[in-house]
């Protein structure tokens, strides 16, 4: 079973960028489509990107296509989200997991964006 650490979040102002990066442990990453999730307080977590197994599919929540972009390392076992032009409705803990069974959640990294 595959074990996640998000890490690159912070403050940023409106129309700035962030990378995120998702570093996973185990020798079987490279079988599961991955996905970022994000939640804020008082809401339900939401899909945000997702990346098929072999790298070659992705998909975005309409809110963040053409300003995000997730990707993939193999020899890192590493899952990266993009996050460009970033907005204030786009503070949120953001988190990755399995896209079609997710695991234990972590702790998520922090994006908080100022107008």
């Known amino acids: 079973q595959v074990q996640l650490v998000e890490s690159g979040g912070g403050l940023v102002q409106a129309g700035g960028s962030l990378r995120l990066s998702c570093a996973a442990s185990?020798?079987?990453?490279?079988?599961?489509?991955m996905g970022w999730f994000r939640q804020v307080p008082g809401k339900e977590r939401e899909f945000v990107a997702a990346i098929s197994a072999n790298g070659a599919i992705t998909a975005y929540a309409e809110s963040v296509k053409g300003r995000f972009t997730i990707s993939r390392n193999y020899a890192k076992n590493t899952v990266y989200l993009q996050m460009n032009n970033l907005k204030p409705e786009d503070t949120a803990v953001y988190y990755c997991?399995?896209?079609?069974?997710?695991?234990?959640w972590g702790q998520g990294t922090q994006v908080t964006v100022s107008s």
């Open positions: 185990g020798r079987t990453f490279s079988i599961y489509a």
């Open positions: 997991n399995l896209h079609y069974a997710p695991t234990t």
